[in-house]
C-alpha cells in the first residue's frame, strides 16, 4: 500500500495499538475480542509510557479543542495524527505492534503493511511555569514540531448545547483539569521559548473559543502573539471566528501573527445549521468577505481554513468551496471527521478513505499549481500537515483530465485526476452516498443526552 492511501486509511478508520506496555497509548486500546478500557481522565495528556526518569516517553490526548483523540506517529518518514480514541479506531482493521520504545509495524490482516514510531513527548512538559501551572496546561505538542494552544477555553456556543458545534470537545479537557480557561501572553511566551530550546519546536497555533466580543477573541490572540515574539522568534497562526471589523486583521499582523486560520468546517446550508447551529448564524458569505480581506493583510497562502468531511457535506459542495477558496488565496485545509465521545456527533461514521483519497488527489494539484503549497505556509495547521493527507497529494503534478465531456464534472478548474473525476461524477449523479447531516431533532436529543 502506497504511504498517501495508507495515511488516508488510517486516518479513516482509526489504529489499534496491541502489546503496547503498561501504561503506553492505547494500552487500553481493545484488541481483537476485547473490551476497550477508558484512560483516567485526570492525566493531563492521556496515557503515557515513562522513560527511566518517570518522564513521559509519548504521549496521546483526549477532549479538548483542535485535533484530539489522536497520537502523534512517524510513518515513513510523514509525522501523521492518527485517532486512536474512538469507537471506531476500536473497531479498525489497522493494528500496530508498538515495543516498549515506542517503534512498531502497522499490520491489517495479518500483513506487516509499513514500521512506525510515536512521536515522543516533549521535554517541555516536565516544566511549570513561574506561577506554577504544568507547562502542558498552557499549551502541547501537536505533530512533531508545533506548539498549540486554545488561549481561551471557554466559548460562548458550547454552553448552549442547541447551539454548540456537534463535534467539538473544547470544554471537556477544562472539565477534566487538564488545562487553564486563559492562557496569559506571559504563560504563552515562556512555555514557547523553553520549547523552542529544549524540543525544537518552529511555529506556534494558537487557537480560541469564541468570546462574546464582537473581536471573536481576536484581541486576546494579538496580545498572546506579542508575548510569544517577546521571548522567541517563532512563526505563530492565530485562529478565529471572522471579526466584526476586519480592522483586526490588520492589528494582529501588527502584534506579530504570520498567519491566520478562519474554520468554515462545513459549507451547506444545511448541513451547518445541523452540525454547528450557533456558528451557522455567520453566513459562509461573511466568511468569504473575510477571507478576501484578511488575503489582502497577510498573503496568498497565508490564510486558511478548516474544512470538515464527514459532517454532511456533498463531494461536489467541498470540491467546489475549495476550488473557490484556492482562487482566492486561501488554503482549504480538508480532515476527515474525528468523532469525539460524549460530543453530540460521536456516533457518527469518518468519512471513507476513497472519499478522503477522492478529495486529495484533486485538490493537492490544484493547490501546487496555485502555489500554495502547505511547506510555504509560515504557521499553523496546513504548516504542520499531520491531521490530514492533503499536502502528500500537493506533488502529484498535474492531474489528468476529465474522461469526456459527458462525465457529470461541473468543476471550474482545468483538470483533475482520474479517480477524483469518476468518484465527483457518481456523486453528481446520486450513486455516492455522502454522510447524512445531523437532523435538528436528532441533535437536541443527543445534545441532551450528553
Same mark, same amino acid.
Request: glycine fraction near 10%.
Given at each position: ?27 487500553g ?55 486512536i ?21 502497522? +499490520?491489517?490482516?495479518g ?51 442547541d ?19 486563559k ?6 511566551? +515562556?512555555?514557547?521559548?523553553?520549547a ?22 481576536a484581541?486576546?490572540l ?11 522568534d ?46 451557522a448564524?455567520?453566513s ?93 505556509v ?32 461541473t468543476?471550474?478548474? +482545468? ?14 449523479a ?21
Amino acid at each position: 500500500m502506497d504511504t498517501q492511501t495508507l495515511i488516508t486509511e488510517l486516518q479513516s478508520f482509526g489504529l489499534r495499538l496491541a502489546e503496547a506496555p503498561e501504561g503506553a497509548p492505547g494500552a487500553g486500546a481493545a484488541a481483537p475480542g476485547e473490551p476497550a478500557s477508558p484512560a483516567s481522565p485526570a492525566s493531563p495528556t492521556s496515557p503515557t509510557s515513562t522513560d527511566g526518569e518517570g518522564r513521559a516517553a509519548w504521549t496521546s490526548r483526549r477532549g479538548g479543542a483542535g485535533p484530539t483523540q489522536h497520537v502523534a506517529a512517524t510513518l515513513r518518514g510523514a509525522t501523521v495524527m492518527i485517532p486512536i480514541h474512538t469507537d471506531q479506531a476500536a473497531a479498525s482493521p489497522f493494528v500496530a505492534r508498538i515495543g516498549r520504545d515506542g517503534a512498531g509495524t502497522v +499490520e491489517r490482516d495479518g500483513r506487516e503493511l509499513a514500521p512506525i514510531a510515536l512521536v515522543k513527548a516533549p521535554r517541555f512538559y516536565a516544566l511549570s511555569t513561574q506561577d506554577g501551572i504544568p507547562y502542558p496546561k498552557i499549551a502541547l505538542l501537536h505533530g512533531a514540531d508545533v506548539l498549540a494552544s486554545t488561549v481561551l477555553q471557554t466559548c460562548i456556543r458550547y454552553t448552549e448545547r442547541d447551539k454548540a458545534c456537534t463535534f467539538c470537545a473544547i470544554g471537556q479537557s477544562l472539565a477534566a483539569g487538564r488545562t487553564t480557561a486563559k492562557k496569559t501572553p506571559e504563560q504563552l511566551g +515562556e512555555v514557547a521559548e523553553a520549547a523552542a530550546r529544549l524540543d525544537g519546536v518552529r511555529h506556534v497555533t494558537l487557537t480560541t473559543g469564541t468570546p462574546r466580543s464582537p473581536d471573536r477573541g481576536a484581541a486576546h490572540l494579538a496580545d498572546c502573539a506579542r508575548g510569544i515574539k517577546a521571548r522567541v522568534d517563532l512563526p505563530v497562526q492565530a485562529q478565529c471566528e471572522p471579526p466584526d471589523d476586519f480592522a483586526w486583521f490588520e492589528r494582529m499582523r501588527a502584534a506579530g501573527v504570520d498567519s491566520l486560520g478562519m474554520h468554515l468546517e462545513a459549507v451547506e446550508d444545511e448541513v451547518r445549521a445541523a452540525a454547528m447551529p450557533g456558528k451557522a448564524e455567520v453566513s459562509v458569505a461573511r466568511y468569504f468577505e473575510a477571507f478576501e480581506a484578511a488575503v489582502r493583510v497577510f498573503g496568498r497562502g497565508q490564510v486558511s481554513t478548516y474544512l470538515i468531511a464527514g459532517l454532511g457535506d456533498s463531494l461536489a459542495s467541498l470540491l467546489d468551496a475549495s476550488e473557490r477558496l484556492i482562487a482566492m488565496g486561501v488554503y482549504p485545509f480538508l480532515v476527515p471527521l474525528v468523532p469525539i465521545p460524549g460530543t453530540p456527533a460521536a456516533d457518527r461514521a469518518p468519512p471513507s478513505g476513497e472519499f478522503m483519497r477522492a478529495l486529495y488527489a484533486h485538490i493537492g494539484p490544484l493547490l501546487a499549481r496555485a502555489g500554495l503549497r502547505s511547506n510555504d505556509v509560515k504557521a499553523g495547521c496546513a504548516r504542520c500537515g499531520a491531521c490530514s493527507g492533503l499536502s502528500g497529494f500537493e506533488a502529484e503534478g498535474r492531474a489528468a483530465a476529465p474522461p469526456d465531456a459527458g462525465a457529470a464534472w461541473t468543476s471550474t478548474s +482545468e483538470s483533475s485526476d482520474d479517480a477524483s473525476v469518476q468518484l465527483r461524477a457518481c456523486a453528481d449523479a446520486g450513486h455516492v452516498s455522502r454522510v447524512p447531516p445531523l437532523a435538528p431533532g436528532h441533535l437536541l436529543r443527543r445534545a441532551r443526552a450528553v
